[in-house]
């Protein structure tokens, strides 16, 4: 059985990263026909924000992605809050400690700081490992009586990296890794104030949770072999590690960050976090935000880029995982969702607040009339209200164009059309009477169409024009036309 695992800290919303790395979980989990987990790792209290745990969880459910286990869908390996672990953690400590695979530390923040600075004046990175750790205060360099004593204040716990062959690792995207313990420090797994840190937790938890197959970020990549030493030192079976590539920013030099989103005006989250709005609130799909982020370092293997999430579950694959960096592309975002909009039918997207807050006074046929004839013109729902407003009131006439066909005489077009609409020619057959006399009159399709299309809906964009008179029907319609001859009397007065 696969388990896999998505193990978010509680810093602050998710980012758009973090819900890549949930959704390859996810896949990864129903492709398999295996268990996902939500794991909130919340050890570190001074980064831990309020509220950011139930954003990672309504994120993951706006997405279609409710986890199979979790804080709020409960299970059999919890607590799945780390915080609420702390016993399991001490015991599994116990059993380095007496092993011999880790040691209290008991070097004061002043002792590790002068250390630190003196081997960056000789030029190298501080490390604390096998080469130094003799010189330090720990329960490798003093007496039991000394350690006891120095127990009762603070203290923390080390990973003893014995130095020797080197470690491989192995990751499903990047194969084999080889890394010399030289290059290892004695990892802190226990901090001062009692709690686990990141690699401590991780481990122990990926173990009891009997997760099959890690998958996370490229960033954790380095953190790898120090697992697989903790791993080795309980004599514990690996998983399987995936390591997901980095999401670029749009122009694909460095990773992308939340700036480059309040740069190029994008969201970086998938729902709003206090002022910052998110997919959601900028009138995206929860299928399209799926669907782009699937494809942000994964492919099928095919040209096909449109998939519903159910399609996702099934196409899915490990070796349709690339390595290199993904470029974030917010206008693919932006196509991708105007795709998922054309498939959703008119009564479907007439259930989304944008579209009821904005046909509110219309009748439910006009409103079907309106859908169907502005879905095509859609990116996001946002666009909603700008593309409904011409249905609403044609103004401001849009001077500028206005003015460009002033000189062709509109007028003698609109009190055309205004005697044809009273006459009670049919919408549909409207054009070709206009065309017809237009011929007539030697008058080109242009100046007709233009002239009408400014009256009705005060610019020379949007939809069919006759399709706009049938939803508007004829007395709104010659109202706006009236509305129209006398601006244009008034304009060519001034
Ligand atoms: N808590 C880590 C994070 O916030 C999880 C890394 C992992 O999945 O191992 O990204």
Same mark, same amino acid.
């Given at each position: /059985?696969?388990?896999?695992?998505?193990?978010?800290?509680?810093?602050g919303?998710?980012?758009?990263?973090?819900?890549?790395?949930?959704?390859?979980?996810?896949?990864?989990?129903?492709?398999?026909?295996? &268990?996902?987990?939500?794991?909130?790792?919340?050890?570190? #209290?001074?980064?831990?924000?309020e509220?950011?745990?139930r954003?990672? +969880?309504?994120?993951?459910?706006?997405?279609?992605m409710?986890?199979?286990?979790?804080?709020? $869908?409960?299970?059999?390996?919890?607590?799945?809050?780390?915080?609420?672990?702390?016993?399991?953690?001490?015991?599994?400590?116990?059993?380095?400690?007496?092993?011999?695979?880790?040691?209290?530390a008991?070097?004061s923040?002043?002792?590790?700081?002068?250390a630190?600075?003196?081997?960056?004046?000789?030029?190298?990175?501080?490390?604390?490992?096998?080469?130094?750790?003799?010189?330090?205060?720990?329960?490798?360099?003093?007496? $039991?009586?000394?350690?006891?004593?120095?127990?009762?204040?603070?203290?923390?716990?080390?990973?003893?990296? @014995?130095?020797?062959?080197?470690?491989?690792?192995?990751?499903?995207?990047?194969?084999?890794?080889?890394?010399?313990?030289?290059?290892?420090d004695?990892?802190?797994? /226990?901090?001062?104030?009692?709690?686990?840190?990141?690699?401590?937790?991780?481990? &122990?938890?990926?173990?009891? /949770? +009997?997760?099959?197959?890690?998958?996370?970020?490229?960033?954790?990549?380095?953190?790898?072999?120090h697992? +697989?030493?903790?791993? @080795?030192?309980?004599?514990?079976?690996?998983?399987?590690?995936?390591?997901?590539?980095?999401?670029?920013?749009?122009?694909?030099?460095?990773?992308?960050?939340?700036?480059?989103?309040?740069?190029?005006?994008?969201?970086?989250?998938?729902? +709003?976090?206090?002022?910052?709005?998110?997919?959601?609130?900028?009138?995206?799909?929860?299928?399209? /935000?799926?669907?782009?982020?699937?494809?942000?370092?994964? $492919?099928?293997?095919?040209e096909?880029?449109?998939?519903?999430?159910?399609?996702?579950?099934?196409?899915?694959?490990?070796?349709?995982?690339?390595?290199?960096?993904?470029?974030?592309?917010?206008?693919?975002?932006?196509?991708?969702?105007? #795709?998922?909009?054309?498939?959703?039918?008119?009564?479907?997207?007439?259930?989304?607040?944008?579209? #009821?807050?904005?046909?509110?006074?219309?009748?439910?046929? #006009?409103?079907?009339?309106?859908?169907?004839?502005?879905?095509?013109?859609?990116?996001?729902?946002?666009?909603?209200?700008?593309?409904?407003?011409?249905?609403?009131?044609?103004?401001?006439?849009?001077?500028?164009?206005?003015?460009?066909?002033?000189?062709k005489?509109?007028?003698?077009?609109?009190?055309?059309?205004?005697?044809?609409?009273?006459?009670?020619?049919?919408?549909?057959?409207?054009?070709?009477?206009?065309?017809?006399?237009?011929?007539?009159?030697?008058?080109?399709?242009?100046?007709?169409?233009?002239?009408?299309?400014?009256?009705?809906?005060?610019?020379?964009?949007?939809?069919?024009?006759?399709?706009?008179?049938?939803?508007?029907?004829?007395? &709104?319609?010659?109202?706006?036309?009236?509305?129209?001859?006398?601006?244009? $009397?008034l304009?060519?007065k001034?």
């Amino acid at each position: /059985m696969e388990r896999v695992r998505f193990a978010p800290s509680p810093t602050g919303p998710l980012h758009i990263g973090g819900l890549r790395t949930a959704l390859f979980n996810y896949l990864y989990a129903r492709k398999h026909n295996g &268990v996902f987990i939500l794991r909130v790792e919340d050890t570190d #209290q001074n980064r831990y924000v309020e509220g950011s745990e139930r954003y990672i +969880q309504e994120a993951l459910e706006w997405c279609g992605m409710v986890p199979d286990e979790g804080p709020y $869908n409960g299970g059999e390996f919890g607590p799945y809050r780390q915080s609420e672990r702390k016993s399991i953690y001490l015991e599994y400590i116990r059993v380095l400690l007496e092993n011999e695979k880790a040691y209290y530390a008991f070097d004061s923040t002043e002792e590790l700081s002068n250390a630190r600075a003196w081997a960056e004046q000789k030029g190298h990175a501080f490390r604390y490992g096998a080469h130094n750790r003799l010189q330090f205060v720990n329960s490798l360099t003093l007496s $039991n009586e000394e350690i006891e004593e120095r127990k009762k204040g603070d203290y923390v716990i080390r990973l003893k990296v @014995d130095p020797g062959p080197m470690v491989s690792v192995f990751d499903e995207i990047r194969g084999a890794v080889a890394v010399s313990t030289e290059e290892l420090d004695d990892k802190i797994l /226990m901090k001062s104030d009692g709690m686990p840190t990141y690699h401590f937790a991780n481990v &122990v938890d990926d173990h009891l /949770m +009997q997760i099959s197959c890690v998958i996370r970020g490229e960033e954790w990549l380095p953190s790898l072999p120090h697992h +697989q030493l903790l791993y @080795d030192a309980f004599q514990w079976q690996c998983p399987k590690f995936m390591h997901l590539p980095l999401i670029l920013k749009p122009s694909g030099k460095g990773k992308l960050s939340k700036r480059d989103g309040e740069k190029e005006g994008f969201p970086v989250f998938p729902l +709003q976090w206090k002022e910052s709005i998110g997919y959601k609130e900028k009138g995206f799909l929860p299928e399209s /935000m799926v669907n782009y982020l699937a494809l942000l370092g994964w $492919n099928s293997g095919t040209e096909d880029e449109l998939f519903s999430l159910a399609e996702l579950e099934k196409r899915f694959s490990v070796s349709g995982v690339q390595k290199g960096g993904a470029r974030f592309d917010y206008e693919k975002a932006r196509w991708i969702n105007h #795709q998922h909009l054309q498939k959703k039918s008119s009564e479907d997207l007439l259930q989304f607040g944008e579209f #009821q807050m904005a046909l509110k006074d219309f009748t439910s046929a #006009q409103q079907l009339m309106i859908v169907a004839l502005i879905k095509e013109r859609l990116y996001t729902l946002d666009d909603v209200y700008e593309e409904v407003r011409l249905f609403i009131s044609p103004y401001p006439f849009d001077d500028k164009a206005l003015e460009k066909i002033l000189p062709k005489n509109p007028l003698l077009v609109l009190e055309e059309v205004q005697k044809v609409i009273a006459s009670g020619v049919p919408a549909e057959a409207l054009k070709e009477v206009l065309l017809e006399w237009a011929t007539k009159q030697s008058l080109g399709v242009g100046v007709v169409m233009q002239s009408l299309r400014i009256a009705l809906v005060g610019k020379l964009s949007g939809p069919d024009l006759f399709a706009i008179i049938t939803v508007l029907g004829n007395s &709104v319609s010659l109202r706006r036309i009236e509305n129209a001859i006398t601006y244009i $009397n008034l304009k060519q007065k001034s």
